[in-house]
Nanobody, 119 residues
Framework: QVQLQESGPGLVKPSQTLSLTCTVSGGSITTNYYYWSWIRQPPGKGLEWIGYIAYSGSTYYSPSLKSRTSISRDTSNNQFSLQLSSVTPEDTAVYYC???????????WGQGPQVTVSS
């Protein structure tokens, strides 16, 4: 059973960098053909895909967030991380990490902590 667990601050000040880490258990983030994504849901809005890091280590970001986003990984600890810079209150959301494959879609999700951007 694959499990994902997000960790990081629940409150970030405007203009600072939001940092979250997703720890994966029950499966390796380097296993072929899986993609490890960050997805968020602002209050009252739908899900917004932020980006992913692939099994190979390659990354791809949403064009609307690309200039502020970085996703990296620590294979020794089976973790991947999100950094979103220059945050504003509009970045307030529930942030999820999730696993995706071409044959099963998004099949495992983290619990999704609330991150609030406020001074």
């Amino acid at each position: 059973q694959v499990q994902l667990q997000e960790s990081g601050p629940g409150l970030v000040k405007p203009s600072q960098t939001l940092s979250l880490t997703c720890t994966v258990s029950g499966g390796s983030i380097t296993t072929n053909y899986y993609y490890w994504s960050w997805i968020r849901q602002p209050p009252g809005k739908g899900l917004e895909w932020i980006g992913y890091i692939a099994y190979s280590g390659s990354t791809y970001y949403s064009p609307s967030l690309k200039s502020r986003t970085s996703i990296s990984r620590d294979t020794s600890n089976n973790q991947f991380s999100l950094q979103l810079s220059s945050v504003t209150p509009e970045d307030t959301a529930v942030y999820y990490c999730a696993r995706e494959s071409s044959w099963s879609g998004y099949d495992y999700w983290g619990q999704g902590p609330q991150v609030t951007v406020s001074s």
